[in-house]
């Protein structure tokens, strides 16, 4: 028999153990988003735990479960451990997404405390392989450590749920979005709301609201990096981008092609009208390796050189050319399987310059810029 001041302390112990359990979607603890309803414990030292799902049929609620009850069973002196769920009210998930959000409905990597690196990934035309290059950085940072999100911004040709195998929708929470996470990334791109094979009919300020709601109105916790796949070309989308997220810093992809390198230089012209920094150029399909040991460049030679010299008149400033990537079967069955080839095949010629650049890009420190520091004076 327990008595009634052991059976507390025993609550207070469990309350404690549960604040390591991490929701899977917000990543983080659930005792800090006020998901533990109850912790009672019997005469017997039977545990029962009540535990607030943020929705009705949350996806997660058999893992957060089992972490819930090895939590709990790790408090000694108890005999046994039910866990039970329930669903949050309305009241309660509007105070979880005001507490989210911390009182502000802003863009947060506009907040200048964000230490988070917005990367633009852009192009001058299609048929570079940009998304392919951006959800291979994304899952190369997000396999080196890094906390990493994807952006999905081509609306009309978005590719990158497809990319990453996901085919969920993201979790709703009172009007916040939980993005999907696929290999470490946490993803948000329309196609997750798109029936397969139903266009975008969307002109310029709808394409913009969509952006905006994808920056502010998803949970994308504290990133080092948030990767932007932009549509091809220096439109709507790409103006937008820059009004909304004005931080962002821009790579150019492109292939050795003279004519892709030409098409690829005007983006140089549109980040000195919206005064958008750009970075570096990454080269595509630079040339593929044969069975005998040879190179054929197939789409012949000096596209990058010739874009990165090009943009560094624009910006007035050196911009290197971040890599190059040759053209590998794998990467592209890598895409269609759902896993970025630094993941699928890690040691082929492609994934080795993808890791490359997506570190090189990763060494460059996140900002500091208008954030406040602590300073004592003696």
Not at 90 to 112: K, M, S, V, Y
Not at 210 to 230: N, T
Not at 307 to 319: D, I, K, Q, T
Request: charged fraction near 25%; aromatic fraction near 2%.
């Amino acid at each position: 028999m327990i008595s009634s001041e052991e059976r507390t302390a025993l609550a207070e112990r469990i309350h404690e153990a549960l604040g390591q359990v991490i929701d899977p979607e917000i990543h983080r603890p659930i005792t800090e988003l006020d998901m533990v309803d109850t912790v009672e414990v019997d005469e017997d030292g039977v545990a029962s735990v009540r535990v607030l799902l943020t929705i009705e049929g949350c996806p997660m609620r058999d893992r957060i479960e089992k972490d819930t009850a090895e939590a709990a069973a790790s408090v000694p002196g108890l005999t046994e451990v039910r866990v039970d769920t329930g669903a949050m009210t309305e009241e309660q998930r509007r105070a979880l997404t005001a507490r989210l959000r911390e009182g502000r409905r802003a863009i947060p990597f506009n907040d200048p405390s964000s230490l988070t690196r917005v990367l633009a990934i852009s192009s001058g035309k299609g048929g570079v392989g940009k998304s392919s290059v951006t959800a291979n950085l994304a899952a190369a940072m997000a396999a080196d450590g890094l906390h990493v999100g994807v952006l999905d911004a081509d609306i009309h040709g978005f590719s990158i749920p497809g990319m990453f195998g996901i085919t969920a929708q993201p979790t709703k929470v009172s009007d916040l979005l939980m993005p999907p996470e696929a290999y470490g990334v946490k993803v948000m791109s329309i196609g997750m709301f798109v029936p397969p094979g139903q266009a975008v009919v969307w002109r310029g300020p709808k394409m913009h609201r969509a952006i905006e709601q994808f920056a502010s109105d998803v949970y994308w916790g504290d990133l080092d990096v948030l990767l932007l796949d932009l549509p091809p070309g220096t439109g709507d989308v790409a103006i937008s981008v820059a009004q909304l997220l004005p931080r962002a810093e821009m790579v150019v992809v492109t292939t050795p092609q003279p004519s892709a390198a030409t098409v690829a230089e005007r983006v140089g012209s549109l980040a000195e009208s919206v005064e958008q920094d750009v970075i570096g150029v990454v080269e595509n399909m630079s040339w593929l390796d044969l069975p005998d040991g040879t190179r054929t460049e197939l789409f012949g030679s000096g596209g990058g050189q010739r874009v990165a010299a090009s943009l560094a008149g624009h910006v007035r400033h050196p911009v290197p050319v971040l890599g190059q990537v040759p053209l590998d079967p794998r990467l592209r069955e890598g895409a269609d399987e759902g896993v970025p080839v630094v993941i699928r095949d890690p040691r082929s010629a492609a994934a080795a310059a993808l890791r490359e650049i997506a570190r090189t890009l990763a060494r460059r420190p996140r900002g500091l810029a208008g954030r406040k520091l602590s300073l004592s004076v003696s």
